[in-house]
């Protein structure tokens, strides 16, 4: 089910109901680029360590937005059928308050995203607000303070238009006539409200859905019980809930502290974080901890398909729909435990459609890919599939030790553990490429020699020294005995104590050390001739 600003808070109330009462939850995303170009060498690469893939991740989250967000609650009705409501929020940045919210747009996302279909109408005119906390508070000291201010051209245009009308009409307007202003959406309706209540004293107003407002001319004495009501409709509480948009159901998901599954979740995590929580730190233990306060129970599934597939002789595949494809072709249908999921009858178009890249459709898959992954993981464990009890609950055992390990794409390590410690992975050997008569290489240039191989990582170790580093054993080894790499390029394994510039150097300097030794020990022990 698509959703923008228009219906989200009617339904709100129904959505924080269904994930309170949900087994499990399933979450993806779309933004408007992931890697930015503004800094060099910011893509990640097989050397970094997780401080550094975070740093380097962080700066593209702090450039790039949300544009749609899917979430798929999944709801345990009995043993092994689950019903599925699906959802995909179009979000954009809040234009309340007195920041405008920058963003970057990357040109092959936004390409990527129109060949499958995106809306970029909906992500604009009818995205759900959003800010995080520092936000919030700024823009709650000032709604209080009466200092607040509009940041659209177009919310002013409209604030403009609709005060020249009242201006136009209360001069002759009687007490109790009313005006009704129309054609208002999102924030319009209490932009409108605050404007007018703000300008003149003598006129009230009220909210009366389908994007109107209705204008009262009061007296004085009949403003000031209306001010004091506790039925006004634009009460600066209602105002902070309207400007909050999808943080108020971010905070139920944090409360509600249910498993949160995701594929490839990194990215997901840290826009979660710094959209709706807090900007991100620069400390990337500190991210790991409040991520873990957030949610403390992490699924990725591409940590535990992973596994899957070492267990079973599946077809390799690359993306999330082929791996739902193929689970679902190896799994015995006709197996009475196996997990039967269900869209809801609001939310049925992912049972008719196959909608790749659209975020809530990926949420979907994804929680339907965990399933099936931890039925295949729990009819290991036992001889008789018939036996087996597909709740929620009987899973989590077999996912135990999958819990918390967020996948890394590339990097240095094979996931983080936001619960504990981050376990270094096994990795091929080191190779180190030496330059000889070929001066001005850059790890571009040495990049493309080995492409051919494979796709190789490079850094430079020094002047005419590179290291290479790939995370399949087959590459290196058809490098190491390929002899059609260009002749000025030697490749051996990497040993630390033969290749290290510093090892070199301390091994030269204790060298000149123990000669200078010797000398002086040889030139001062000599005897000396008397006459």
Not at 73 to 95: D, G
Not at 275 to 304: C, M
Not at 339 to 355: F, G, L
Request: proline fraction near 5%.
């Amino acid at each position: 089910m698509e959703m923008g600003a228009a219906a989200f808070e009617r339904r709100l109330p129904r959505l924080r109901g269904r994930v309170r009462r949900a087994a499990f939850l399933a979450i993806d995303m779309e933004f408007t680029g992931l890697y930015s170009t503004a800094t060099q060498n910011n893509k990640p690469s097989l050397f970094d360590s997780p401080v550094e893939l975070y740093l380097k991740a962080r700066q593209s989250i702090q450039r790039f937005t949300v544009t749609q967000l899917g979430l798929a609650i999944f709801s345990n009705e009995n043993s092994n059928k689950y019903v599925v409501h699906s959802y995909n929020f179009f979000l954009f940045p809040s234009t309340w308050g007195v920041t405008d919210v920058e963003f970057a747009l990357s040109a092959s996302s936004i390409q990527f995203l129109s060949h499958y279909g995106f809306d970029y109408n909906k992500f604009l005119k009818d995205g759900i607000p959003y800010m995080n906390e520092v936000q919030e508070k700024i823009f709650s000291q000032h709604l209080l303070a009466g200092s607040w201010n509009i940041s659209s051209v177009v919310n002013r245009d409209v604030l403009k238009k609709a005060i020249d009308e009242v201006t136009c009409w209360v001069g002759a307007a009687e007490e109790e006539e009313t005006l009704i202003l129309q054609d208002l959406s999102g924030y319009q309706v209490f932009e409108v409200q605050l404007v007018l209540r703000q300008a003149l004293q003598n006129v009230w107003t009220q909210p009366l859905g389908d994007k109107k407002v209705m204008v009262k001319k009061v007296s004085p004495q009949h403003r000031w019980l209306l001010e004091n009501s506790p039925y006004d409709s634009c009460r600066k509480e209602l105002i902070l809930l309207s400007a909050r948009g999808f943080t108020n159901l971010f905070q139920t998901l944090v409360k509600a502290k249910k498993p949160l599954v995701g594929h490839n979740m990194l990215m997901d995590l840290m826009h979660l974080h710094d959209k709706f929580y807090k900007p991100l730190p620069e400390s990337y233990e500190e991210f790991k901890r409040n991520i873990h306060n957030l949610f403390p129970v992490l699924i990725d599934t591409k940590t535990v398909t992973k596994s899957v597939w070492k267990k079973h002789p599946f077809p390799r595949v690359s993306n999330l729909l082929e791996i739902y494809s193929v689970l679902c072709s190896n799994l015995n249908s006709k197996d009475p435990a196996c997990p039967v999921i269900t869209p809801a009858s609001d939310c049925s178009r992912y049972a008719e459609k196959k909608c790749p890249h659209e975020a809530g459709y990926d949420a979907f898959l994804c929680g339907s890919v965990l399933l099936k992954s931890a039925h295949l993981l729990l009819c290991g464990y036992t001889d008789d599939a018939v036996e087996v009890d597909s709740s929620f609950s009987r899973y989590l055992p077999v996912l135990a030790e999958y819990l918390n390990k967020v996948n890394v794409i590339r990097g240095g390590v094979a996931s983080i553990n936001f619960s504990g410690e981050d376990a270094p992975c096994q990795r091929p050997p080191l190779l180190v490429v030496h330059v000889r008569g070929w001066s001005g290489l850059n790890e571009r240039q040495i990049r493309q020699e080995f492409k051919a191989f494979c796709h190789f990582d490079v850094r430079r170790l020094s002047k005419d020294q590179f290291l290479l580093l790939s995370n399949k054993f087959k590459h290196v080894r058809r490098v190491l005995r390929d002899a059609n790499h260009p002749p000025r390029l030697g490749v051996s394994i990497y040993r630390h104590w033969r290749h290290s510039p510093s090892i070199s150097c301390l091994l030269q300097v204790s060298g000149i050390v123990a000669l200078w030794s010797l000398l002086a020990f040889v030139l001062g022990g000599a005897p000396c001739c008397s006459f």
